[in-house]
């Protein structure tokens, strides 16, 4: 099936510095990208909507300047998380599906990068 | 109001017990509804997709109601491997285009020998 890859799967950074998180579609073209975040015992929120090739849509209340986000290829995606603080320590997981056609239930999640700030 | 609310449970229920979850969201143009579950500290993995009709994959059955806005989930018979968050997951974009989705807190699920 589908794989999608994640690095680093766990980082520990100091604040006021910035990370960047890769996220691969191992087998498979994705036109379209996701990024969530999930604090614990939360749920998982969508941040934003990576497309190939143009800018990112960000939900409301993301800002996205902290999380920059680029889509330069059809297999790779990456979120920086900028000048990172204590409060931006979560769990982010990245997600995708194969082809262009939106079809969502072949939408295929990564294993997430665990970061925690100091 | 959050997209999407689910009692976070937790059900602690024994082996061989019948369970049931539910969640409501709040868009009503919302066109596709999932579940999935979710291992601690894992990704989320696809369990299934709920249909207007229902739907039913071997001990796991989905129910969906338009108009309460609201998703149901049973587990039949339950096992200890069947441990886990369950995450009620909305796609509120109509068309399905977008592959937006909007997930519910969960529902954790505990069995026990």
């Known amino acids: 099936g589908a794989v999608v890859s994640q690095h680093p799967s766990w980082v520990i950074c100091k604040s006021g510095t910035s990370v960047k998180i890769e996220c691969r579609s191992l087998d498979f073209q994705a036109t379209t990208m996701f990024w969530y975040r999930q604090f614990p015992k939360q749920s998982l929120m969508l941040m934003a909507t990576?497309?190939?090739?143009?800018?990112?849509?960000?939900e409301q209340g993301v800002e996205k300047d902290k999380f920059l986000i680029n889509h330069a290829s059809l297999t790779l995606s990456t979120l920086t998380v900028t000048s990172a603080h204590p409060e931006d320590s979560s769990f982010y997981i990245c997600?995708?599906?194969?082809?262009?056609?939106?079809?969502?239930?072949?939408?295929?999640f990564g294993p997430g990068t665990r970061l925690t700030v100091l | 109001r959050k997209e999407v609310e689910q009692d976070p449970g937790p059900f602690n229920v024994p082996e061989g017990a019948t369970v049931a979850f539910n969640c409501t969201y709040s868009?009503?143009?919302?066109?596709?509804f999932f579940w999935y579950r979710q291992d601690c500290r894992k990704e989320p993995k696809l369990l299934m997709s709920?249909?207007?009709s229902g739907n039913e994959d071997g001990r796991f059955t989905a129910q969906l109601n338009r108009a309460s806005q609201y998703i149901s989930l049973l587990i039949r018979d339950s096992k200890l491997s069947d441990s886990a968050t369950y995450l009620c997951v909305v796609n509120p974009d109509r068309g399905s285009t977008l592959g937006r989705l909007y997930f519910g807190r969960g529902t954790q699920l505990t069995v026990w020998p």
């Open positions: 997600s995708a599906f194969p082809g262009t056609s939106g079809f969502t239930d072949t939408q295929y």
């Open positions: 990576s497309n190939e090739g143009s800018k990112a849509t960000y």
């Open positions: 709920v249909y207007s």
């Open positions: 868009n009503s143009a919302s066109q596709s």
